[in-house]
C-alpha cells in the first residue's frame, strides 16, 4: 500500500481543524432548523465541544414529527429551539445558548438574523424550507 500513510497524512493535515475538539473552544455556532437534521446534528456537536450556541427555529415540536425527530412525547408542543437548548445545557451545563424564535424569511426576522450572524462564527442551515435556505446563505 504504497503512499498510504502520505494520504492519510495529508488528510489530517487538511481536516485536523474539525476533528480536533480545541479548535471549537470558544467559538459560536449558529443552528438555523433544529428539527430531523439539526437536532441530532446539535447533539453530536454538543459532544465534540461547541459550547456557545445561536439556535434559531420558530416551529413547535408536533405529533407528525415523531416519525424523524428524536424529541420525546412529552416535548409535543414545545418549541424545538427549547428542546435543543434544554438537552445541551443538560450535558454541557455551563454552555451558551441563545434561543432566536424567529422565521428568517419575514423581514423582522431577516433582520434579527442578519444582527445575530455578527456574534457567530460558523452557521448550520438544516431547513426542509427553500426559501429558508436561500435566505440564510
Same mark, same amino acid.
Given at each position: 500500500?504504497?503512499?498510504?500513510?502520505?494520504?492519510?497524512?495529508?488528510?489530517?493535515?487538511?481536516? =485536523?481543524?474539525? *476533528?480536533?475538539?480545541?479548535? *471549537?473552544?470558544?467559538?459560536?455556532?449558529?443552528?438555523?432548523?433544529? =428539527?430531523?437534521?439539526?437536532?441530532?446534528?446539535?447533539?453530536? %456537536?454538543?459532544?465534540? =465541544? +461547541?459550547?456557545?450556541?445561536?439556535? +434559531?427555529?420558530?416551529?413547535?415540536?408536533?405529533?407528525?414529527?415523531?416519525?424523524?425527530?428524536?424529541?420525546?412525547?412529552?416535548?409535543?408542543?414545545?418549541?424545538?429551539?427549547?428542546?435543543?437548548?434544554?438537552?445541551?445545557?443538560?450535558?454541557?451545563?455551563?454552555?451558551?445558548?441563545?434561543? *432566536?424564535?424567529?422565521?428568517?424569511?419575514?423581514?423582522?426576522?431577516?433582520?434579527?438574523?442578519?444582527?445575530? %450572524?455578527?456574534?457567530?462564527?460558523?452557521?448550520?442551515?438544516?431547513?426542509?424550507?427553500?426559501?429558508?435556505? *436561500?435566505?440564510?446563505?
Amino acid at each position: 500500500f504504497h503512499g498510504v500513510k502520505e494520504m492519510e497524512s495529508d488528510l489530517s493535515s487538511r481536516i =485536523g481543524h474539525l *476533528l480536533a475538539p480545541d479548535a *471549537l473552544v470558544n467559538k459560536t455556532l449558529m443552528v438555523v432548523g433544529l =428539527g430531523s437534521l439539526g437536532f441530532p446534528a446539535v447533539q453530536h %456537536l454538543a459532544m465534540s =465541544g +461547541v459550547q456557545r450556541w445561536i439556535l +434559531v427555529d420558530f416551529d413547535t415540536f408536533e405529533a407528525s414529527n415523531l416519525v424523524k425527530h428524536p424529541g420525546m412525547r412529552k416535548e409535543l408542543g414545545r418549541m424545538k429551539i427549547e428542546i435543543s437548548k434544554d438537552w445541551i445545557l443538560d450535558r454541557i451545563p455551563d454552555a451558551q445558548v441563545t434561543c *432566536l424564535p424567529i422565521n428568517i424569511t419575514t423581514v423582522d426576522g431577516k433582520k434579527t438574523f442578519k444582527q445575530a %450572524l455578527e456574534d457567530c462564527d460558523a452557521v448550520m442551515v438544516t431547513t426542509d424550507n427553500k426559501n429558508s435556505r *436561500l435566505v440564510a446563505n
